[in-house]
């Protein structure tokens, strides 16, 4: 097995997958968490969607968990990144 040197754009790529892994993980979290105050929560909307073969509510709330992640991703992991990119000296030029 050859040993090669992680360039900058394979950490860059590692980051990103973990990034995105935390957030779905959160997101999980979150989810499970309203839940149990609610009874009800965007894990569960989708599926009485399905049920009730309303394509629409599917749809809807699929685009409002993307919504949801992308401005995580930009207003929490996005600084937390570059800070550690500027701390690390990989930022990008």
């Given at each position: 097995?050859?040993?090669?040197?992680?360039?900058?754009?394979?950490?860059?790529?590692?980051?990103?997958?973990?990034?995105?892994?935390?957030?779905?993980?959160?997101?999980?979290a979150?989810?499970?968490?309203?839940?149990?105050?609610?009874?009800?929560?965007?894990?569960?909307?989708?599926?009485?969607?399905?049920?009730?073969?309303?394509?629409?509510?599917?749809?809807?709330?699929?685009?409002?968990?993307?919504?949801?992640?992308?401005?995580?991703?930009k207003?929490?992991?996005?600084?937390?990144?570059?800070?550690?990119?500027?701390?690390?000296?990989?930022?990008?030029?």
């Amino acid at each position: 097995m050859e040993a090669h040197a992680v360039s900058r754009n394979d950490s860059l790529f590692i980051l990103d997958r973990d990034r995105h892994a935390l957030a779905w993980r959160s997101r999980m979290a979150a989810d499970i968490f309203v839940t149990i105050l609610t009874g009800i929560g965007l894990g569960h909307l989708p599926h009485y969607g399905r049920e009730l073969n309303a394509m629409e509510q599917v749809i809807g709330v699929m685009l409002v968990i993307v919504i949801i992640g992308l401005v995580v991703d930009k207003t929490l992991f996005a600084p937390i990144e570059t800070f550690l990119h500027r701390r690390w000296g990989t930022a990008r030029t």
